[in-house]
């Protein structure tokens, strides 16, 4: 039984905030940020979207996309850090406002930046065991930064969702994960913003269980970088995508598509899954995309997406990236504002 992705949906914020901007009420060089980072600017949630809103509108877009009725989802997964509570789940909410009736499956997945990704797992097994006819999985955050730390360049909103099912535009030839206890990040309950390990979020960390991974699963299925047409890695930043793909062997034709995270930010959880939305909107029938997310903690996982001849009959408007370029800028007092860090009188 081939299985895979169906339908896709996305969903960005329409502010966005220069990183000029934030490095100029810090004090800092705006240049050294961007050529840092690799950052230029980031998406921000208005101040009534939160992780549902961002799963209900990119989930509602994959369905309208495909046509499927409500009723014959048979599980829905919404991987975030950002839950909008910390005791009820956002996946009954996605459920309600979508229309899928009562009898699905529903859990709240969270595992830093690849809860997405691993809701899209579960639902794969789930339909190929055929436990259920189709599963939405959602990766989706409204990431969290305290003010003047290096994060808040690049801590961003936006998310993804992808209805699992038989007959897909985009088949799962494979997937694996790469998993250890790396504590590079975290963010105990009650606390406002995460914590992380400063350059220790690097080597062993994130270049360690995407390089893993990415291995792992090419040398499973006797794949090298070249047969790929496109890559698309875990978006922390700007630069650690480019260094990955090229330790792998990747060149910047294959994972420039992706590379969302230079205009958007790291949507967390929507992160890989965003980037790889963009390459399903330009990708053709026959071509061959590896994606690997990353979740501090730690973990990976891969995938081999074989895209099929349905893509073409596909509806991919608008695009991931027309919505990138539709952002309205703001002041840092108005991130502000949007962020709820100041009253609004």
Known sequence: MKAGVVAYGTYIPRFRIRAEEIARVWGENPENIRSGLGV???????????????????????IERSGIDPERIGAIFVGSESHPYAVKPTAT?????????????????????????????????????????????IGADTSQSAPGDPLEYSASAGGAA?????????????????????????????????????????????????????????????????DFDYAVFHQPNGKFPVRAARMLGFRKEQ??????????????????ILGFSAVLDIAKPGEKVLLVSFGS?????????????????????????????????VDYSTYLKLRKKIKMK
């Open 297 to 329: 903690g730690a973990g990976s996982d891969a995938f081999i997406f074989n895209i099929t001849d349905r893509i073409e009959s596909y509806p991919r408007k608008p695009a991931v990236w027309d919505k990138i370029n539709q952002g309205v800028h």
């Open 255 to 272: 994972i420039e598509q992706g590379l969302v995270v230079r205009m958007v930010g790291n949507t967390y959880s929507g992160s890989s």
């Open 40 to 62: 230029f600017q980031k998406s921000i949630p208005d101040i009534d979207e939160d992780t549902a809103t961002i799963s209900v509108e990119a989930a509602r877009e994959a």
């Open 162 to 226: 992808f209805i699992i099912g038989d007959k897909p535009i985009a088949e799962i030839e494979s997937t694996l994960s790469f998993t250890s206890d790396t504590p590079d990040f975290w963010r105990r309950e009650g606390q406002p913003y995460p914590s992380h390990g400063g350059r220790f979020t690097g080597t062993p960390a994130y270049f360690r269980h995407v390089i893993s991974a990415a291995r792992k699963i090419m040398e499973e299925n006797g794949y090298k970088a070249e």
């Open 93 to 137: 909410i996605v459920g309600d406002a979508l229309g899928c009736g009562n009898f699905f499956h529903a859990a709240d997945f969270e595992f830093a930046c690849k809860a997405g990704t691993a809701g899209i797992q579960t639902c794969l097994g789930m339909v190929k065991s055929r436990m259920i006819e189709f599963g939405l999985a």
